[in-house]
């Protein structure tokens, strides 16, 4: 089942978090648009799921895309598809950071037309 839901004590700043749902979904959303674009009928979703697993808070963002992801060698996400590269491809580097902050990782896969962010982030005091 996909569920969002927080533990009772979040020691994760609301900022950090509006930064990795802000940025996730904002490509999630784009990335269905431009789907549905080439692909009229397609079933587009967006699905989000959060849980604690010890200190580890666990949030995961899947979304529907057209399957085309844009990589270059020696770097760790994909290239934005936006016309401005100057401007844009930076939220899953800001992501990054914010995880790395909390002493956590974040992962993606793309797989079947289906693109699979993963964000872990410790949710202790110290």
């Known amino acids: 089942m996909d569920e969002l839901v927080f533990p009772e004590v979040l020691t994760i700043?609301?900022?950090d978090i509006g930064v990795i749902l802000g940025n996730a979904?904002?490509?999630a959303v784009e990335a269905c648009g431009r789907l549905r674009e080439e692909e009229p009928e397609a079933d587009c979703f967006i699905r989000l799921c959060s849980?604690?697993?010890?200190?580890?808070f666990l949030l995961e963002i899947r979304n529907r895309f057209d399957g085309k992801v844009i990589t270059r060698e020696g770097r760790?996400?994909?290239e934005t598809r936006k016309g401005d590269g100057e401007?844009?491809?930076i939220g899953l580097a800001n992501i990054k950071r914010t995880c790395e902050k909390y002493h956590g990782a974040v992962e993606w896969t793309a797989r079947?037309?289906?693109?699979t962010l993963s964000v872990m982030l410790r949710n202790a005091a110290g």
């Open 76 to 78: 760790e996400f994909p």
């Open 13 to 15: 700043l609301d900022y």
């Open 51 to 56: 849980f604690l697993e010890g200190e580890m």
């Open 87 to 89: 401007s844009h491809g």
């Open 112 to 115: 079947e037309g289906v693109f």
């Open 25 to 27: 979904l904002d490509n």
